[in-house]
């Protein structure tokens, strides 16, 4: 097992019934970095005068590293093909499912449309199967990618070292994984079969990436699948291994919570707002340099709440149908799950701007892997 | 006036732009402020969109832009990162920033004098953002960089002049300019670096993110003026001690 998931195990034990004084989190609060046991003090705490304080020092802390800026981006799903039996998920290859893979040509419609709404970073993603979806079809829509837009991520299945660095070389620069839960025994339950069975060639992706060339990484669980604070708090480590291993790298955290995906799937935890925000503040505050993403899984009103605090890349316009943005397509039944916030990009550059923040659109030089 | 990269100056006050809430800051820091040196990240060059306008509109025609090699690896990235952004803003000013890390951003002091080898050779006027190591000042003074910018504090950090014991060899030693970067978060210590003596500060979160960016920056203007003035007629010597006559003087003298 990694060094860090068994840190976080040790410190999870240790602290589990340990509920931090307010004398104790304005000290924690105090200090400059913060210890891997404020961290897990600070994940126990659930006095709302607490969480107030956490939140105004992550704010400044957010301001200081990353200014008034936004970052958007959106996703394009190209193919929903899988191979994996994942219990919880809408594309799961159990499902009656209208399976789709998109041409070349329709790739580019799409990046075509989604530029013409203003979007300049994008992240392909594909479910699991390698013969359907395989390593030169996701390296050509790659391609096409890095020629409409300045910057071009993968959210796919885990990859060997050779195979991302194939990807690095047509200039993608960032992958995003989520683990979905960091705890193996769950794990192994919530994923019966199929290649996505391995936990440990998951965990390690992020790292055969960064190690390929990959710039940026982001990573997370799917809360409610297994205890959520415990995944957050390996999920933070990871991050924080990442960020030691790869320092040149940029490293984010999104903590996605679970939402119906058309299967009758009962998540064991559900996570209440309160919980979810201090989650993310946390992120914050134990590592201030992380990019913190948000996607529209959330509603509109509480995406708008956080982007003043703590988050720094959200999505904008997202459709999670494979073509939806060039075709009209059912968003409800062919979705990998729900879409909560379904304003416009225009409409989010609007409420970004009337927080005196500055949307941006990329975050890298287009043209400066591939030439 | 002063001379630096080929241009005449007015302004010691040059600003990041990266984190700013609204371009449209920039022209009215231009008028307002008298900034005349502007950085601006090439990775935040987009092109114009259906919601935003290239920041590269709000520069004024008269303004200089320096880009900024922020985002790259190593020199090589660093190279084409320059490359690209001169041919978008008709600019060969380039700031080299090649960070080591992105928990402190701490620069990477040896890609970066690869870096600056490379771009002195295709033309470039070179500021490289540097620790305040007086060896590598040394060196880059040497292949030809225009000035060299240590940082004052790590990036972001408003904690002032905190390197002053090191960025004092620098600014004796050195005959090029000497621009202090990051760190700077107040104007009394954009103040402090020019009674120094550097001969310019470069500041971007402590005007960005202000709650009033260009009143900030209207302030920062003021106290590098104020600082520099200072610097040239000459700082008097600090006393630990009054130098009053001491009640004890008589019985001394005695």
Redesign the interface.
């Given at each position: 097992m990694a060094s860090f998931l068994e840190e976080a195990e040790e410190l999870f034990k240790e602290y589990k019934e340990y509920i931090p004084t307010h004398k104790e989190v304005c000290d924690i609060l105090d200090k400059e970095f913060l210890s891997k046991e404020d961290l897990i003090k600070l994940l126990n705490v659930s006095n709302k005068e607490d969480i107030l304080l956490m939140v105004k020092k992550a704010q400044k802390l957010t301001?200081?590293?990353?200014?008034?800026?936004i970052l958007l981006y959106a996703p394009l799903y190209i193919a929903n093909y899988c191979q994996n039996g994942c219990v919880y998920c809408g594309f799961s290859c159990k499902k009656e499912y209208r399976r789709e893979k998109l041409s070349f040509e329709r790739i580019e419609n799409e990046l075509r449309k989604m530029k013409?709404?203003?979007i300049?970073s994008v992240i392909i993603l594909t479910g699991e199967d390698r013969i359907n979806s395989s390593v030169e079809y996701i390296e050509k829509a790659c391609e096409i990618a890095v020629n409409i837009m300045?910057e071009v991520s993968i959210e796919v299945y885990p990859l060997y070292e050779e195979e991302y660095r194939r990807l690095s070389n047509v200039g993608v620069i960032g992958i995003t994984l989520y683990q979905e839960t960091y705890q193996k025994e769950d794990y192994e339950k919530l994923h019966p079969f199929g290649p996505k069975k391995d936990f440990e060639f998951r965990l390690n992706a992020p790292e055969r990436a960064l190690k390929s060339g990959f710039?940026e990484a982001c990573i997370g669980p799917l809360l409610g699948l297994s205890h959520p604070k415990k995944d957050v708090l390996c999920a933070i480590l990871h991050a924080e291994y990442l960020?030691e291993k790869f320092?040149?790298?940029?490293?984010s955290i999104s903590f996605p919570r679970f939402r119906s995906a058309g299967t009758d799937f009962m998540p064991l935890y559900t996570v209440s707002d309160k919980e979810f925000i201090k989650f993310l503040i946390i992120a914050r505050l134990y590592l201030p340099?992380i990019g913190i993403v948000l996607s529209t899984r959330e509603n509109s009103s509480l995406r708008d709440a956080l982007i003043d605090v703590c988050v720094t890349k959200i999505s904008a316009g997202s459709k999670t149908t494979v073509g939806g943005y060039a075709e009209e397509k059912d968003e409800d039944s062919e979705a990998q799950f729900e879409v909560e916030d379904r304003r416009s990009?225009?409409e989010i550059?609007d409420v970004i701007?009337k927080k005196?923040?500055?949307?941006?659109?990329?975050?890298?030089?287009?043209?400066?892997k591939n030439? | 006036m002063f001379e630096i990269g080929g241009k005449l100056l007015k302004s010691r006050l040059f600003v990041g732009t990266?984190?700013?809430?609204?371009?449209s800051l920039i022209e009215k820091m231009y008028y307002e402020a008298g900034v005349e040196v502007f950085a601006v990240a090439?990775?935040?060059i987009?092109?114009n969109?259906?919601?935003?306008k290239n920041v590269l509109e709000y520069i004024p025609n008269d303004a200089i832009i320096m880009v900024n090699t922020s985002?790259?690896?190593d020199h090589k990235?660093a190279v084409?990162?320059a490359m690209?952004?001169r041919e978008l803003t008709n600019s060969n000013w380039v700031k080299v920033e090649i960070?080591?890390?992105?928990?402190y951003?701490f620069p990477?002091s040896i890609e970066t004098l690869k870096a600056c080898e490379i771009l002195v050779k295709e033309g470039f006027k070179v500021f490289p953002y540097i620790y305040p190591d007086l060896n590598l000042a040394k060196e880059l003074e040497q292949i030809g960089v225009e000035a060299v910018m240590p940082l004052g504090s790590p990036i972001?950090?408003?904690k002032g002049i905190g390197c002053e014991v090191l960025l004092k060899p620098i600014i004796n030693e050195i005959k090029i300019p000497v621009i202090i970067d990051a760190g700077i978060g107040r104007p009394s210590h954009a103040a402090k670096a020019m009674e120094m003596g550097a001969d310019a500060v470069l500041i971007?979160?402590a005007i960005?993110?202000s709650s009033d960016p260009l009143k900030m920056a209207v302030a920062f203007a003021k106290a590098v003026e104020a600082g520099r003035v200072a610097f040239e007629v000459g700082i008097l010597k600090e006393y630990e001690y009054a130098q009053a006559s001491s009640p004890l003087e008589d019985f001394i003298s005695g």
């Open positions: 301001r200081e590293n990353f200014g008034k800026v013409e709404e203003g300049d300045s710039h960020l320092p040149k790298t940029e490293i340099r990009v225009s550059v701007i005196g923040l500055r949307p941006e659109f990329t975050n890298w030089v287009k043209g400066v030439i | 990266g984190k700013l809430p609204d371009y090439v990775r935040r987009g092109p969109t259906k919601h935003t985002g790259a690896q990235e084409k990162i690209i952004g960070e080591k890390d992105t928990k951003l990477d972001g950090t408003n971007n979160t960005a993110t």
